[in-house]
Nanobody, 115 residues
Framework: QVQLVESGGGLVQTGGSLRLSCAAS??????????VHWYLQSPGKQRELVAT???????RYAEHVKGRFTISKDNAKNTVYLQMNSLKPEDTGVYYC???????WGQGTQVTVSS
Protein backbone atom coordinates (compact mmCIF):
# COMPACT_ATOMS: atom_id res chain seq x y z
CA GLN A 1 0.00 0.00 0.00
CA VAL A 2 1.45 3.33 -1.09
CA GLN A 3 1.61 6.06 1.53
CA LEU A 4 2.27 9.77 0.90
CA VAL A 5 3.81 12.18 3.40
CA GLU A 6 3.85 15.92 2.80
CA SER A 7 6.27 18.29 4.48
CA GLY A 8 7.73 21.76 4.12
CA GLY A 9 4.79 23.92 5.11
CA GLY A 10 5.05 26.85 7.47
CA LEU A 11 4.34 30.51 8.11
CA VAL A 12 5.72 33.05 5.66
CA GLN A 13 5.09 36.66 4.78
CA THR A 14 3.56 37.79 1.52
CA GLY A 15 6.14 37.46 -1.21
CA GLY A 16 7.99 34.68 0.54
CA SER A 17 8.79 31.18 -0.65
CA LEU A 18 8.34 27.62 0.51
CA ARG A 19 9.18 24.25 -0.95
CA LEU A 20 6.79 21.42 -0.23
CA SER A 21 7.74 17.78 -0.52
CA CYS A 22 5.57 14.73 -1.08
CA ALA A 23 7.44 11.54 -0.27
CA ALA A 24 6.00 8.18 -1.30
CA SER A 25 6.63 4.90 0.45
CA UNK A 26 5.39 1.36 0.10
CA UNK A 27 6.25 1.17 -3.60
CA UNK A 28 9.61 2.36 -4.88
CA UNK A 29 8.08 3.18 -8.27
CA UNK A 30 5.05 5.08 -6.96
CA UNK A 31 6.24 8.42 -8.32
CA UNK A 32 7.87 7.03 -11.44
CA UNK A 33 4.77 5.34 -12.81
CA UNK A 34 1.93 7.52 -11.54
CA UNK A 35 0.57 11.02 -11.93
CA VAL A 36 0.91 13.15 -8.80
CA HIS A 37 -1.29 16.11 -7.95
CA TRP A 38 -0.98 18.89 -5.40
CA TYR A 39 -4.25 20.20 -3.98
CA LEU A 40 -5.02 23.17 -1.74
CA GLN A 41 -7.72 23.13 0.92
CA SER A 42 -8.36 26.72 1.94
CA PRO A 43 -10.53 27.56 4.94
CA GLY A 44 -14.19 27.44 3.96
CA LYS A 45 -13.45 26.31 0.41
CA GLN A 46 -13.46 23.08 -1.51
CA ARG A 47 -10.21 21.33 -2.16
CA GLU A 48 -8.79 22.60 -5.43
CA LEU A 49 -6.19 21.25 -7.82
CA VAL A 50 -3.06 23.37 -7.88
CA ALA A 51 -0.51 21.45 -9.93
CA THR A 52 0.01 18.10 -11.64
CA UNK A 53 3.04 16.21 -12.85
CA UNK A 54 2.37 13.11 -14.88
CA UNK A 55 4.39 9.93 -14.93
CA UNK A 56 6.03 11.09 -18.17
CA UNK A 57 6.77 14.54 -16.78
CA UNK A 58 4.00 16.61 -18.32
CA UNK A 59 3.06 19.52 -16.08
CA ARG A 60 -0.11 21.53 -15.54
CA TYR A 61 -0.93 24.39 -13.18
CA ALA A 62 -4.01 26.15 -11.96
CA GLU A 63 -4.20 29.57 -13.56
CA HIS A 64 -3.71 31.47 -10.33
CA VAL A 65 -0.33 29.83 -9.56
CA LYS A 66 1.21 29.92 -13.03
CA GLY A 67 4.53 31.71 -12.99
CA ARG A 68 4.81 31.40 -9.20
CA PHE A 69 4.71 27.67 -8.44
CA THR A 70 6.89 24.95 -9.92
CA ILE A 71 6.18 21.24 -9.60
CA SER A 72 8.98 18.74 -10.08
CA LYS A 73 9.87 15.20 -9.12
CA ASP A 74 12.82 13.03 -8.31
CA ASN A 75 12.01 9.46 -9.25
CA ALA A 76 15.10 8.15 -7.50
CA LYS A 77 13.92 9.70 -4.23
CA ASN A 78 10.28 8.78 -4.88
CA THR A 79 9.40 12.40 -4.11
CA VAL A 80 7.48 15.22 -5.74
CA TYR A 81 8.15 18.86 -4.90
CA LEU A 82 6.17 22.06 -5.12
CA GLN A 83 8.29 25.20 -5.13
CA MET A 84 6.09 28.14 -4.21
CA ASN A 85 7.39 31.66 -4.79
CA SER A 86 5.79 35.09 -4.50
CA LEU A 87 3.30 33.69 -2.03
CA LYS A 88 0.04 35.51 -1.40
CA PRO A 89 -2.41 35.34 1.52
CA GLU A 90 -4.86 33.49 -0.75
CA ASP A 91 -2.33 30.64 -1.02
CA THR A 92 -3.01 29.88 2.65
CA GLY A 93 -4.37 26.46 3.50
CA VAL A 94 -3.48 22.81 3.76
CA TYR A 95 -1.64 21.34 0.81
CA TYR A 96 -2.17 17.69 -0.02
CA CYS A 97 -0.56 15.43 -2.55
CA UNK A 98 -2.55 12.77 -4.31
CA UNK A 99 -1.78 9.82 -6.51
CA UNK A 100 -3.62 9.53 -9.81
CA UNK A 101 -6.67 11.41 -8.61
CA UNK A 102 -7.66 8.39 -6.57
CA UNK A 103 -8.02 7.75 -2.86
CA UNK A 104 -4.34 7.85 -1.90
CA TRP A 105 -3.73 11.11 -0.04
CA GLY A 106 -1.12 12.40 2.36
CA GLN A 107 -1.97 13.98 5.70
CA GLY A 108 -1.36 17.47 4.37
CA THR A 109 0.99 20.29 5.29
CA GLN A 110 -0.18 23.70 6.47
CA VAL A 111 0.90 26.83 4.62
CA THR A 112 0.07 30.20 6.10
CA VAL A 113 0.91 33.41 4.26
CA SER A 114 0.60 36.54 6.35
CA SER A 115 -0.22 39.90 4.82
Amino acid sequence: QVQLVESGGGLVQTGGSLRLSCAASGNIFAITFNDVHWYLQSPGKQRELVATITRVGSIRYAEHVKGRFTISKDNAKNTVYLQMNSLKPEDTGVYYCNLNGGNIWGQGTQVTVSS
